[in-house]
């Protein structure tokens, strides 16, 4: 069973042809990263203009690459939302326009419950219900996972999600986009107690996340002392464009520093969190997607705790955990199956939140 889908919910225009919910035919993936890298972040009039210059090579492309013609596909899907709004109805309208000319079904996909599907598709599968967390620039919760992927959320985040609050704090250290790598590549050269940001827990037990208050830190930081000098190269030199003046109260405070100490109060939150929801619910398998769980240190510290309480972890290989469209066509997969491949959704429309 050929499915293609499609996926254009911010910056990335993507399509895939996905065999059977498991087997990649073909990924491909334009990304819109020097676009809006001068801007330090996604701006969502220029993305939507170049999903629909993208839009069209990239499902040529995706089904050359497959071998296969729209007159082979089972099914069309694309994500409906969450996500910008104008770009999320790039490829929904291209989704449906092939589906109604080809005569074959249309799968709207939610982007989470795609997020959620890619954790399927690494080398080894969950069995059974387990805790999710989809950690993104647009989202942070956690979900209680059933084994035909239906879900309830256990917590969310009251404010900004983890990934926004990397991307808005490397853009105030001016260190590159997207932020969350380029942090995640300093932090992994610096010193995760440098700088104690605050953690957010509330009550006892709670599920929910908070990152707007770390944000706040890590900006006062900086509006205080100034952004921290990059650490030496080998050769004892600093690129001209990092001698940035910085406050005698965080001289001992290098960039990698920063960094890491920032990176560690998200993770920490993240990982406790994760772990307390599989605990609440008697789960031994646990699951990281989204974008922010392609971060090294994350993935680090799941690994660790998971080995020693003895859970099973599942974490899809990176290129999984950023947006792409065969999580997209997988989910689709699992969708239709679980409807008993009978669907009427060509009068979807697309939705931001």
């Known amino acids: 069973m050929l499915i293609l889908g499609i996926e254009s919910s911010c910056d990335e225009t993507a399509a895939a042809v996905v065999e059977d919910g498991r087997e990649v035919l073909s990924d491909v993936v334009a990304s819109q990263a020097c676009i809006h890298g001068p801007y330090g972040g996604v701006v969502p009039e220029l993305a939507s203009r170049k999903h629909l210059e993208y839009i069209i090579p990239v499902i040529d ?19 409906q939302g969450p996500g910008l709004v104008g770009a999320l109805l790039v490829g929904l309208g291209a989704a449906k326009a092939m589906a109604y000319a080809h005569g074959i079904p249309f799968i709207p996909v939610n982007h989470l419950e795609g997020h959620i599907q890619a954790a399927f598709l690494g080398d080894e599968q969950p069995a059974g219900p387990f805790a999710c967390l989809v950690v993104s620039g647009g989202h942070t919760a956690v979900y209680r996972v059933e084994t035909d992927c239906t879900t309830t959320l256990l917590g969310a985040t009251r404010d900004d999600a983890a990934g926004e609050a990397f ?50 830190a890590a900006a ?91 859970i099973r972890l599942f974490m899809p290989p990176i290129r999984f955990c950023t947006d792409n469209a065969v999580m997209i066509a997988s989910a689709a997969y699992r969708i239709w199956t679980r409807s008993g491949f009978c669907l009427d959704t060509l009068d979807i429309d697309a939705f931001s939140r």
Not at 169 to 188: F, Q, W
Not at 259 to 266: K, T
Not at 276 to 291: K, N, S
């Open 220 to 310: 006062n930081f900086i509006r205080q002392h100034g952004i921290p000098l990059k650490k030496l190269s080998p050769e004892g030199s600093v690129h001209p464009a990092e001698t940035r003046e910085v406050a005698n109260a965080a001289s001992e405070c290098s960039l990698e520093d920063f960094a890491a100490s920032f990176q560690e109060a998200i993770v920490d939150v993240l990982v406790s969190k994760t772990f307390e929801a599989a605990r609440q619910c008697g789960l031994r398998q646990i699951a990281a997607v989204g974008g922010v769980a392609a971060n090294s240190r994350l993935r680090q510290k799941l690994s660790v705790q998971a080995s020693a309480e003895g």
């Open 61 to 79: 492309m995706a089904l050359g690459k497959a071998g296969c013609g729209p007159d082979k596909l089972d099914a069309i899907a694309a994500t």
């Open 167 to 216: 991307d808005k704090i490397a853009k105030m250290l001016d260190i590159g986009y997207p932020g969350g790598i380029a942090m995640d590549r300093l932090a992994s050269k610096g010193n995760p107690e440098a700088v104690h940001f605050p953690r957010s827990r509330f009550d006892k037990g709670s599920l929910e996340f908070s990152f707007s208050g770390l944000k706040t």
